[in-house]
């Protein structure tokens, strides 16, 4: 229970105390962060009132890249109305992947049936601290890497994000773990298919 109140990304910045510190750079500079190889090259960017729509430009490159390397891909939703919005997108992006593990705010874990289930895990995070997160994550050379946000309110809903991009697998691991941990599921990497 207690973890339940915890929030996500506060338990890996507990593990990663030095990530909370690191200068927050600003994800929606386009010459500085214009392609996912410059994020690659930055190894660490840590953001703070991040947009959606800043958000929602990063992990299509990292989805797009998912899809060109053949691996596997890992994403959240807070609500089923916005898996909803990019399903006709994920249903083709399920054609070029191993594998992927949808997990949103889902009342229904079944609501996709459109959703090829040899390709897909849909997974429930209602009533979790994953609940209010915006992670989308994947494979490269180097190992895993991805995107880490936390839904911070503002107005509405999903109008302000804090967290990270990061090739930093230790740390993308932690992501996984906790998702595991909480959800009690084996979210594997090494085992896409």
């Known amino acids: 229970m207690s973890e339940q109140k915890t929030k996500f990304l506060d338990g890996i910045y507990s593990e990663f105390p030095e990530l909370k510190t690191k200068e927050l750079l600003d994800i929606t500079d386009k010459d500085t962060f214009a392609t996912l190889d410059d994020h690659l090259r930055a190894e660490f960017i840590n953001f703070d009132h991040a947009k959606r729509t800043d958000l929602y430009r990063l992990s ?16 959240t939703f807070e609500t089923e109305h916005l ?4 399903e006709k997108r994920y249903l083709k992006i399920l054609k070029n992947i191993p594998k992927a593990w ?20 849909i997974l429930t995070c209602a009533a979790t601290n994953i609940e209010d997160m915006w992670i989308v994550v994947t494979k490269w050379s180097d190992g895993l890497f991805g995107l880490v946000a936390e839904d911070l ?3 509405e809903k999903g109008d302000w994000f804090r967290g990270f991009f990061t090739t930093k697998n230790d740390v993308i691991q932690k992501v996984i773990d906790q998702i595991n941990q909480t959800m009690s599921v084996n979210i594997d990497f090494s085992k896409p298919e």
């Open 60 to 75: 299509i490159m990292i989805e797009e890249h998912a899809q060109r390397a053949y691996q596997p891909l890992l994403a």
């Open 83 to 86: 898996y909803k919005y990019v």
């Open 153 to 155: 309110g503002g107005v």
């Open 102 to 121: 949808i997990i949103g705010g889902f009342i229904n874990p079944f609501f996709a049936p459109k959703t090829p289930p040899e390709k897909a895990e």
